[in-house]
């Protein structure tokens, strides 16, 4: 046998310190008015390519919004989990958004534990994206607190078009119209709990992304992305796959949906048409810094 060659594969290394642009946007800052609606953001820390996994940036657009609603105070967090866990304390809700499974910045024991209290406490939880995905032994807790679970062994996932053709009669989707995303990034075919689900949005996915026999066997199916929950031992919660992509905040109905998400968790009136979310919005503002570096791998070579 020959021996070992060094073959360098191209991979990506993301710099995870915060951009100069970024380290403006104010972190773990308590709100000064005791009395407004506290609602910590937890954005996870770098991850995929440009424009994908944008949670910094992503967040600070939620931040942004929440800023000009009356009675709310939002607390931004980078890097998936607070230096400071005293910005959780008396949260009305805790938006998630960032990485899962084994990425999660919350697997340690004194951290399940914090959101375990926080969900006693009636906190509201919004999960986006990947955040729904999590180790098999924390999926019982995910149902609880999420009202959801992505587990490998019957979900599926992939980047395509989605066309929302009807929407579900909720406080949450208040204002909203049916809608399409273009090219964003999905997770389905969910464990869900067995009480206090409401599904929002529903759609038929692509045929070859069912890759699991269970999924397989509900082909045709429309399939929820976006559900609410009211948790058994109180407080709400709501959970959306989509939000990969960056360029999907641009859609007025995704950012309306997040919106009035995040009042109806913190149980704050949700307006009948929905949140205004209007204005323009720029997406270049507060994007990670993620550099292409080539690594070393070992290959076998005869």
């Known amino acids: 046998m020959k021996p070992f060659l060094l073959t360098l594969l191209a991979s990506v290394c993301l710099h995870a310190e915060l951009t100069p642009q970024q380290q403006q946007v104010p972190l773990e800052i308590l709100p000064s008015d005791a009395a407004a609606a506290k609602i910590v953001l937890l954005a996870g820390s770098p991850s995929n390519k440009p424009g994908q996994h944008e949670y910094f940036a992503g967040c600070a657009l939620l931040r942004e919004w929440l800023n000009t609603l009356p009675n709310t105070a939002p607390v931004m967090v980078a890097d998936g989990w607070p230096k400071n866990e005293a910005v959780l304390d008396g949260a009305r809700a805790v938006v998630f958004y960032m990485d899962g499974g084994t990425k999660l ?98 759609a038929q996915m692509p045929e070859n992304s069912r890759k699991t026999a269970n999924a397989k066997a509900h082909s045709g199916r429309t399939e929820t992305v976006a559900w609410a929950y009211e948790r058994t031992k109180g407080g709400r919660s709501m959970g959306f796959t989509g939000c990969d992509l960056h360029a999907s905040w641009a859609v007025a109905e995704q950012r309306r949906l997040l919106m009035n998400a995040i009042l109806w968790t913190a149980k704050l009136p949700v307006p009948a048409s929905g949140v205004e979310v209007n204005t323009p919005v720029d997406l270049t503002q507060n994007l990670d810094r993620k550099i292409f570096t080539p690594k070393a791998k070992k290959e076998n070579s005869k």
């Not at 053709?165 to 273009?182: C, M, Q, W």
């Open 105 to 202: 910045p919350f697997l340690t024991t004194e951290r399940r534990a914090k959101i375990q209290a926080l969900a006693d406490a009636g906190t509201g939880f919004v999960v986006l994206h990947q955040a729904i995905d999590c180790p098999a032994d924390l999926a019982p807790a995910f149902k609880e607190w999420f009202g959801a679970a992505f587990q490998p062994d019957i979900g599926c996932r992939g980047h395509w078009d989605v066309a929302f053709d009807a929407v579900g009669s909720h406080a949450i989707t208040n204002g909203i119209k049916p809608f399409e995303l273009r090219k964003d990034g999905w997770l389905y075919n969910l464990y869900f709990a067995d009480k206090g689900v409401s599904h929002l949005l529903a």
